[in-house]
DNA sequence: ATGCCGTCCGAAGGACGA
């Protein structure tokens, strides 16, 4: 089974992308974040082949999901509050298999509340997934997590020395996930591998000069982790025609 | 030290991204 997460920055101006990839890419499942609108075209995915289903707001964030096998919603939001109108969170199953789709805050700059936002945002996450664990429920969650979890995960770790991605905050609050018995999926079967990454900024050159940070993750509960046959950084898609400034993020698991 | 680029909304340029 493969499942697949990227953040296409925009679906509108990205859709022949995403097309492209759920022809080509022989994915069970993929994750997508930042629609950027509201409307979602579940009818001509539909005719494609592909279950779907989206969380989606005007103008910002939004997240959906593509499946080859019927998708049941389990939580379109995140709990913990109810105030909270972004649309960065999806819960579903499809194929027997728990999956969460999400698109964490930016949280910059540091020193608002938009970082503060961000850290109350990791820890309703923290919540959902221990509880999630203490349900012996096994997961895994993808998505594009905002943040980058060690130095190696950076081109230049001073160039990001004052961003909300690399706080000491942000990257306790993401091992603060790990502790809960979860697997980073790409840094397990990759250790000590610097320099793959799945955000490259449009601007300054960085992607000619693989100036990125590995900010896209899956993390999963120990019961699919005894599952994980690989992880890759698909980079193909960050190289087509008016890219999307990240690139997909694949696992695979044993059936 | 800062902008670089891209997208949205909407009809100019600010908000947001990372």
């Known amino acids: 089974m493969k499942i697949a997460s990227w953040n296409v920055n925009s679906l509108k101006a990205r859709r022949a ?24 075209p579940h009818g001509e995915f539909k005719a494609l082949g592909w279950h779907t289903a989206a969380v989606t707001q005007k103008t910002y964030n939004g997240v959906a999901i593509f499946s080859k096998t019927p998708i049941k919603i389990i939580k379109e939001a995140l709990p913990g509050d109810k105030d909270d109108e972004q649309a ?4 579903f199953e499809t194929n027997g298999v728990r999956l969460i789709d999400i698109y964490l805050p930016n949280g910059n700059p540091v020193g608002t509340e938009k970082f503060t936002y961000k850290l109350s945002w990791m820890e309703r996450l923290y ?7 203490k349900d012996n429920i096994p997961f895994a969650i993808g998505g594009d997590f905002n943040v980058i979890p060690e130095d190696q995960d950076c081109y230049d770790p001073k160039a990001w020395q004052t961003d909300a991605l690399f706080q000491p905050e942000s990257r306790a609050a ?5 502790h809960l018995g979860l697997t980073e999926a790409f840094r397990a079967l990759h250790p000590n591998a610097p320099g ?7 601007q300054a050159g960085a992607w000619p000069k693989n100036h990125g940070i590995r900010i896209d993750h899956f993390l999963l509960s120990p019961e699919l982790a005894d599952r994980l046959i690989s992880c890759t950084i698909d980079k193909a898609p960050r190289s087509w025609d008016k890219p999307s400034d990240h690139t997909p993020i694949i696992i695979e698991i044993d059936p």
Not at 23 to 29: H, N, Q, R, S
Not at 88 to 91: A, K, S, T, V
Request: proline share 0%; aromatic share 18%; no cysteine.
């Open 174 to 178: 993401f091992r603060k996930l790990l």
């Open 88 to 91: 960065r969170y999806l819960e």
């Open 196 to 202: 793959h990454y799945t955000f490259w900024d449009y």
């Open 127 to 133: 919540k959902r997934l221990k509880t999630l664990r």
């Open 17 to 40: 992308h995403v097309e492209k990839y759920l022809a080509d890419g022989g994915l069970d499942v993929l994750m997508v974040q930042e629609l950027k609108g509201l409307d979602f």
